[in-house]
């Protein structure tokens, strides 16, 4: 019985991976904006919909009346919102 060994170089790695996401061969092209692009999205999907299930309730208008839009609060999915609020731009 005989064993061969091939040895794959780093930069092989790299090669393979510019050509799959550049070539038009593919069923769905994802590009070089879709590296970046996918898992952004996807960030801000779990995000959203974490904050559409669980995130508190936001003084909007600085009146000391809170609004709450998640689901946890006693809203359903049409009453559903995600509130923004003037300290979240602080946040950022």
Do not use: K
Not at 35 to 56: D, E, K, Q, R
């Amino acid at each position: 019985m005989t064993t061969t060994l091939q040895q794959r170089s780093s930069a092989n790695v790299w090669d393979r991976f510019c050509e799959w996401i550049t070539s038009t061969e593919n069923r769905i092209y994802i590009g070089w904006f879709g590296v970046l692009m996918i898992p952004t999205l996807l960030a801000a999907t779990t995000c959203f919909i974490i904050a559409f299930i669980a995130a508190p309730p936001v003084d909007i208008d600085g009146i000391r009346e809170p609004v709450a839009g998640s689901l946890i609060y006693g809203n359903n999915i049409i009453s559903g919102a995600v509130v923004p609020s003037s300290n979240a731009i602080g946040l950022h």
